[in-house]
């Protein structure tokens, strides 16, 4: 009889990960297709960059990525003590986005999208702070001015790119 149930128990524990295995892969699938279909789908957005260095010393050919409208968004979000929300930007013709101030259900107009925030701390992430690309071509994207963000009507964005200062797109030797 102990015997059994011993058996029990681990067949118990074999379908318990099973399910857990099955349900992080559908979570994880699920939200990449979300991204994918804010890439094929989404409105170009252009973020102007503060300064930045464009290598890590710890993670090679990579760049860490901050958004000049970033400070704007945070001083808006302490002051209506918020961590979460969607703001309101206006873009220009080239495409570049500027603060316009928080989404409260208004309105937009035809130059105006939304666009999702998450605050943590002091700091305000707009869209993706990091850009990874191919070793060795780290020259081509210090002139990186703009990130080219994909963007939902509803406002989640996918960091799709960088820009330079004419609006050009950035890329490395093929």
Do not use: C
């Not at 958004?67 to 873009?91: D, F, K």
């Amino acid at each position: 009889m102990l015997e059994q149930l011993t058996h029990l128990s681990e067949k118990t524990r074999l379908i318990v990960m099973a399910i857990v295995m099955v349900t992080i892969l559908i979570v994880v699938n699920s939200q990449i297709a979300i991204k994918q279909g804010i890439i094929e789908n989404g409105s170009i957005m252009l973020l102007r960059l503060a300064p930045q260095d464009p290598r890590s010393l710890l993670q090679g050919d990579y760049m860490a990525l901050r958004y000049v409208m970033a400070t704007q968004v945070a001083q808006a979000a302490r002051t209506a003590q918020i961590n979460n929300g969607r703001i309101v930007v206006e873009l220009a013709s080239n495409g570049e986005a500027s603060f316009a101030g928080l989404y409260q259900g208004q309105p937009l107009s035809q130059s105006q999208r939304l666009l999702y925030f998450r605050k943590r701390g002091d700091s305000v992430r707009l869209a993706s702070d990091a850009y990874f690309f191919e070793e060795g071509q780290w020259q081509t994207y210090a002139n990186a001015r703009f990130g080219e963000l994909r963007v939902s009507e509803d406002g989640e964005a996918v960091l799709t790119g960088l820009r330079d200062d004419h609006g050009n797109e950035l890329k490395g030797s093929e």
